[in-house]
């Protein structure tokens, strides 16, 4: 029985919709189809599509009450709408229905589980959020809540857990048929913990452990788990709120980490041995995987930073889009990404440039775009003489750029955004330490209508920013302090299903 709430958000959607045109869209990454979109929800695979939820705020392009919105796509690159699939219409997340993941059940209906919020008064007349974990079922468009929600509350958490920072269940299926949720919370210590629950049936949920506890290390909050097995290693994602910089590892402010190690199934022990951040630009949080029909793992995040958001406006029909997908990997103990092997599907135009040797400022034949897919080789033209500086500017007309500029010698790469047109004071730059042999650089740099994704090393790192830079402003040159030598293969990038 579909509510009240959820047919007025369905109706508001679809009347909205019509408003945007699609070249106002990313070609080939998923945006809010209408208002506010931020994490990635329910990423999976179901009766042959690829589904991906959201959070989602219909009415506004600002965040709002949490709705549950949904696409789905046979190839993660061109995204059908279906309607929304969640609202908050219910006593226990009357105030929100937030992040959570989806599994398919052995009956073959797809079982949802997210957080409710419900605002509460506290005894000293203040109001806080208490969130629990909720689940609903349903056949890939239309779910029902579950009638023993909430499944897990402050009752199932440990003792000093925060029962208003528990959230962002992350669900998997055993080899032995029961299933097991990862869920973010705050213990006593004001940082971070990622807690552990399983199930027999995905229905009735109990406490096991804390599976990794943050004690102050990385930020504070740690959001957004997932953990899975990887080339060997178990991998888990997070999204710490409030970090602190670690050299070039992290970020002020909200961001990603990656922590890495062995997890024992029998004690259900997870032994770290390696962190680093997910993504080293500005626009990247609240990744989520999933396992394609082919075996490989493809994670998706938020391109976007909880810091820029101030920087939309609530009359814009759309904010908020997910980022490229990307195959990851483990190799020499990192965490390497590279864009979804179905994106090459998309190339056209191919023009290529071997050899060019140049100093000061170049552009070259037939490279440019905003929709584009462009790999870059760089290397000094003397060994003994490495260049100072390479820089590649791209949305670029005679009054704006995006920046993307390395020197050998610290083997520093930043992306610079300041003078893409934005108008506000927001996060322009980043930094990121890379390896470089004597100024060798492998970079593979990614386009659509509004963002950059730079591919370094054949994914080693990888770098994400938006840009809202008037589509105009299609030009892309390379700069040299020194001499380099470069080779450029570009290609044009089209989403549009006439292609196919």
Not at 475 to 486: E, P
Request: net charge negative.
């Amino acid at each position: 029985m579909t509510s009240q709430t959820l047919r007025e958000a369905r109706k508001y959607e679809e009347s909205s919709e019509k408003m945007i045109k699609k070249e106002e869209r990313p070609d080939f990454h998923l945006s809010s189809r209408v208002g506010w979109m931020n994490d990635p929800n329910g990423f999976s695979y179901y009766k042959g599509k690829y589904h991906m939820f959201y959070q989602y705020h219909p009415y506004e392009s600002v965040w709002g009450p949490m709705h549950w919105g949904h696409a789905v796509s046979e190839d993660l690159l061109h995204w059908e709408y279906l309607p929304a699939a969640l609202a908050p219409d219910e006593i226990y997340d009357r105030d929100g229905c937030f992040s959570g993941s989806a599994i398919e059940l052995p009956d073959g209906r797809q079982l949802l589980m997210y957080t409710g919020v419900l605002r509460q008064r506290e005894a000293n007349g203040g109001f806080s959020d208490i969130q629990t974990q909720c689940l609903a079922v349903g056949d890939g468009v239309d779910y029902e809540k579950y009638e023993m929600n909430p499944v897990l509350d402050e009752k199932d958490l440990p003792k000093g857990a925060s029962r208003k920072d528990f959230r962002d269940p992350k669900m998997w299926r055993k080899k032995d048929g029961s299933y097991c949720c990862v869920v973010g919370n705050r213990p006593a210590d004001g940082s971070g913990q990622i807690l552990l629950y399983t199930s027999p049936d995905g229905f009735k949920w109990s406490f096991k452990k804390v599976l990794a506890a943050n004690c102050n290390r990385i930020g504070k909050m740690w959001e957004c788990p997932d953990f899975f097995e990887l080339d060997g290693q178990w991998i888990l994602l997070t999204s710490p709120q409030d970090m602190l910089p670690a050299g070039f590892e992290y970020h002020n402010g909200n961001g990603t980490l990656c922590l890495m190690g062995e997890f024992d199934e029998e004690t259900d022990t997870f032994t770290e041995r390696h962190n680093q951040s997910i993504d080293y630009g500005i626009d990247f949080y609240a990744p989520q995987t999933v396992v394609t029909p082919d075996g490989r793992r493809v994670m998706i995040g938020w391109m976007q930073n909880w810091d820029t958001c101030n920087s939309s406006t609530a009359e814009r029909p759309w904010f908020g889009q997910m980022s490229l997908p990307r195959e990851l990997s483990v190799k020499n103990g990192r965490l390497y990404q590279k864009p979804i092997r179905e994106l090459e599907a998309l190339r056209s135009s191919k023009v290529e440039h071997q050899d060019v040797t140049f100093s000061g400022n170049i552009t070259l034949d037939g490279v440019k775009g905003r929709r584009v897919d462009m790999e870059l080789e760089i290397r000094p033209d003397d060994e003994e003489n490495v260049y100072r500086k390479f820089a590649v500017r791209f949305a670029q007309n005679d009054q704006f750029y995006t920046a993307l500029s390395f020197h050998p010698g610290d083997s520093v790469m930043k992306i610079d955004r300041k003078f893409s047109g934005s108008r506000r004071a927001l996060i322009h730059q980043r930094r990121a330490l890379v390896n470089s042999e004597n100024g060798k650089l492998k970079l593979r740099i990614i386009l659509d209508r509004f963002s950059a994704e730079v591919f370094v090393n054949d994914g080693e790192q990888v770098i994400t920013a938006t840009l809202y830079t008037d589509q105009a402003a299609d030009g892309i040159s390379f700069l040299a302090d020194g001499c380099v030598n470069m080779n450029v293969v570009k290609y044009d990038l089209s989403g549009d299903e006439s292609r196919q």
